[in-house]
């Protein structure tokens, strides 16, 4: 596991599931678990844009990228290469 | 035939009821609940002008007679005219006593208009009284599954913005005006405590099921007639009830944001007779082809709106969740 998914796992542990284990992979999807609802979706886009200093888009709101661990972690990598920072 | 069984097929008749029938019964269960369990002697009833509000008190009155319901109209800076002018009509019909409380000076000393534009002014710093606005979420049915709020700003001079809305303003906004249905419950506590009355709230099952409402707002009451009639069917017993054609034909409101705002816009889904089927679908395990089929959307739309209505039931869960003792009181020791 690299460090980005264990931050991020961290995060959603902390602020999701509240420290309470509840066991998923990184590929299974948060919304399907429950893990995350829709005010939950907003304060990921907030974690994200205060954390790793890049605007989530209004096309960027799409499963593929905010729906897992593995999905968290290339969706940032992709926007680390190619930045779009917040004005 | 299915193995000698008839395969009943959904169909919006369904949600069909027989209006005497039901108004005899929740009108028996309102006297019942408020004189003997309750041990009150009337009811207030918050009224807005809407088609619950307007059901409720035309059943309480049904149940209690009109010298033993007190009607509140409520206004504060962003609700309608319409509101009112309904609201009155529907009283002077009933023949109840009501009161004009203006819960805007209230609203203003707590902070409600003043935190609110502080927090839209974050998001579009040109944000004043002068502008109207609401909150929208997108279609249930757009290209992401991930529906966020946002806010429609319209200025003075007929410009409008749309802007998504972040997390602390979203949540700023929602918990300063989420101060109007606490202040109007407080007020309506106020009149039947002096009355020694009970407060009837006015949910229907889309609203009470689904969590659209404020906890300790709109969602406090001693009793709720008709939280577990589906929308359509308020509608079959307002017609019953001889309330008000203009009330009839008014489009459901969230009567809280300066813009004009359906209550699909904030918050369902649909319009209320394609989610009331869904609910009911929902409720009966019917197949989504077969709700699709009666309402003309698709499969794969249905299944998205049951999806939809499992996630909002949960989320309700924390809104109809009684304060959590540490031991009942049974078992109490003291």
Known sequence: MNDLATQLRQYVNEN????????????????????????????????????????VRDEDLVPENLDSINGLVQFIGRRREQPAVIS | MNGGFVTRVFSLDDLTLDAADEADRIVAAIRSQVLRQLRRK?????????????????????????????????????????????????????GIETVVENIAETLSGAGCYARRDSALRQLYPAFGPECRWKIV???????????????????????????????????????????KQRVRKMMEYYHADRLRYAVAG????????????????????????????????????????????????????????????????????????????????????????????????????????YRDIDAKRKAATYLHERPLLVQDESESQW
Not at chain 2, 59 to 81: K, N, Y
Not at chain 2, 208 to 219: A, E, M, N, R, S
Not at chain 2, 237 to 266: G, K, N
Not at chain 2, 274 to 279: P, T
């Open chain 2, 202 to 305: 006015t949910p229907n099952l889309l609203e009470y099921d689904q969590g659209f409402f404020v906890k300790l707002g709109d969602g406090a009451a001693d009793l709720k007639p008709i939280a577990h009639l589906y929308k359509t069917q308020v509608y079959q017993l307002a017609e019953y009830l001889c309330v008000p054609e203009a009330i009839r034909r008014r489009p459901p409101t969230t009567d809280t944001y300066s813009l004009e705002q359906s209550q699909e816009e904030f918050f369902f889904s649909l319009p209320y007779h394609q989610m009331d089927a869904c609910l009911y679908g929902r409720n009966h395990e019917i197949p989504a082809e077969q709700v699709a089929e009666a309402l003309g959307l698709t499969p794969d739309q249905v299944e998205r709106v």
């Open chain 2, 42 to 94: 009337g009811v207030v009833v918050g009224l807005s002008g809407g088609i619950d509000s307007s059901v409720t008190a035309a059943l309480c009155v049904q149940a209690l007679g009109a010298d033993r319901v007190f009607g509140i109209f409520m206004p504060e800076r962003d609700s309608s005219d319409d509101s009112l002018r309904l609201g009155r009509s529907l009283a002077q019909q009933l």
């Open chain 1, 16 to 55: 999701f599931l509240f420290g309470v284990e509840t066991k998923y992979s990184d590929d299974d999807s948060f919304m399907e678990n429950s893990i995350v609802d829709s005010t939950g979706v907003l304060e990921l886009i907030a974690h994200l844009e205060g954390s790793y200093g890049f605007k």
């Open chain 2, 137 to 179: 979420l997108p279609s249930l049915f757009g290209n992401s599954p991930y529906r966020v709020y946002w806010v429609v700003i319209r200025t003075t001079d007929g410009l409008e913005v749309r802007l998504r809305m972040p997390l602390d303003v979203y949540q700023e906004v929602v918990a300063a005006t989420n101060f």
